[in-house]
């Protein structure tokens, strides 16, 4: 009688990690036109997508800094302006 079960370790072995890598793989990245106007006036960019719970859909969070100044958006929606 042949033993699948040890056959099956090197399959579960290399799947699981692979797996494990696409799932924590970060979303693409797509252009705003908060980036691109960010960009056109020499400020600095930066975005995430954040949850604020496990389960909860994630939400784009855009901060632009032109000099020193920084604008945060939240799903498109601006939000406080800090800086000079």
Same mark, same amino acid.
């Given at each position: 009688m042949t033993r699948?079960?040890?056959? /099956? $370790?090197?399959?579960?072995? !290399?799947?699981v990690p692979a797996a /494990?890598? $696409? !799932?924590a793989a970060? !979303? /693409?990245h797509a252009q705003t036109d908060i980036e691109d106007h960010c960009k056109a006036q020499g400020g600095?960019? =930066?975005q995430s997508q954040v949850s604020a719970h496990f389960g909860q859909d994630a939400q784009l969070q855009e901060t632009c800094t032109i000099g020193n100044k920084s604008? =945060?958006? =939240?799903?498109g929606v601006q939000g406080p302006t800090y800086g000079g």
């Open positions: 699948p079960v040890f056959r /099956a $370790i090197p399959v579960a072995a !290399l799947g /494990a890598m $696409i !799932l970060p !979303l /693409a600095t960019y =930066t604008t =945060t958006w =939240t799903n």
